[in-house]
């Protein structure tokens, strides 16, 4: 999976058996972030943008909602909507009714500036963008969601890329601060299960889940011709689209987060979402997370009552491909098929060059091991945090020494053989050289190879 949004909430405190308690004077907060940038990646922001609009339908005020997205499609060239954003085709923009805050575009969306909003670290966000943090406290839930590019141990955002162990920091200090009752955390990115697998502890109050296993793909769905793109991620538009069905329906104040996750777990039927942390408090409410329902809902009004099948979603990391042989199809004239063709072909052989330079490096570590080569191609190793210094220093290094995987996502697919070589114990130095060995500057240059 590669760029990524994420959601933060905090809501008003929640006893087990019944919604949160306004005794407890608790608050609801949320930060909202999208991880990528690209008109590719639309369906990240879109993702956000529909959340943002949830909240807000709630009465969550702006000022406890943190959003963090590149904002380079509203407006972008490509798109035909310009100033809107779709989450379904034939759905509501999702970019208005009520206009997005924009609390951190561009290059503020960064890892750093995460890790800052999450820990209330106001000082460090001075005058970047809007300089909003959390500002929650005991009595408050927070709830969490990031949609981007993933892969083991690793989640995507535009220019950088944020490690399991930095997330996990973070929300051990939000823990230690005093920043919340309880957090919920929910995650789309491929592989977003090993972001949290054996690593979130049980005992921080926090409930987490994710797009799919520590193992696998996510999914992007809903295709449009008109603008030419995926709008939605499977998993993202499950849990919102549920959302807005139990308000139409009059049920959300009853809603449960363990309802709502098999709702998702049974509507999304490509990867397998799945569940960390302290799962007791999948017994809360989701109201208790993302807010009461306080607006009549107009989301997809004229929409059955009964959420339908999703039937065309395509591994998130095939999405390049998926949207070039769509538009290929799609094209009215010789030449603009040709020239489509002529980007196909590239992305093809770019990803088949990429294939070649990790065969390489594999090659070289192992002294043409067979065995080796295969268990470290074939096997998926568990992320654990003693290996993370030395899985840091290969993805740095690779994108450094070899090609660039802020602008070529492609390379996602292939970091868990990073990952494998560090939790088998090969030694860093090796692999390091065999960069240096076997990538040059024609893999330096390689751009868009998605």
Known sequence: MWRA???????????????????????????????????????????????????????????????????????????PKKGKIFNKPGGPNVYGPKAVPKDYTGDAVTPKNFVHVLTGNHEAVKGVGSGKVLKSGPNDHVFVNFVDHGAPGLIGFPNDVMHADDLIQA?????????????????????????????????????????????????????????????????????????????????????????QYNNVVNRVKDSHPSMYGETIIDKDHVQDFLGKSKQKVTFYSESSSELEPITDAVPSRDVALHVLTKKIALAETADQKEELQKKKDYLIKGRKDVDQIFSRILSHVTNLEIDEIKNIETSRQEINLEMMPCYKTLVKAFSEKCVNIHKNMYTFSHLYKLANMCALQYSSTDVLKAFSAECGSLHQGMVNVN
């Open 171 to 259: 929300l051990k200090t939000m823990n230690k601060q005093k920043m919340y009752k309880k957090l919920v955390f929910y995650m789309e990115a491929c592989e977003s299960g090993s972001m949290f697998d054996k690593l979130l502890p049980k005992n921080i109050e926090i409930y987490a889940t994710t797009a799919a296993n520590p193992h696998e793909s996510s999914y992007a769905c809903y295709w449009s011709d008109e603008l030419s793109t995926y709008l939605g991620d499977e998993y993202s538009i499950s849990w919102m689209e549920d959302t807005d069905a139990e308000e139409k329906h009059k049920t959300f104040s009853s809603e449960t987060l363990l309802k």
């Open 5 to 79: 949004l994420l959601l933060v909430s905090v809501a008003l405190p929640a006893a087990l058996s019944s919604p949160l308690d306004v005794e407890d004077k608790g608050q609801v907060w949320a930060v909202l972030v999208a991880g990528s940038n690209t008109y590719d990646n639309y369906r990240h922001q879109a993702d956000i943008c529909h959340a943002y609009q949830i909240f807000h339908r709630h009465g969550v005020p702006d000022s406890n909602i943190i959003v963090m997205m590149y904002d380079d499609i509203a407006n972008n060239p490509d798109n």
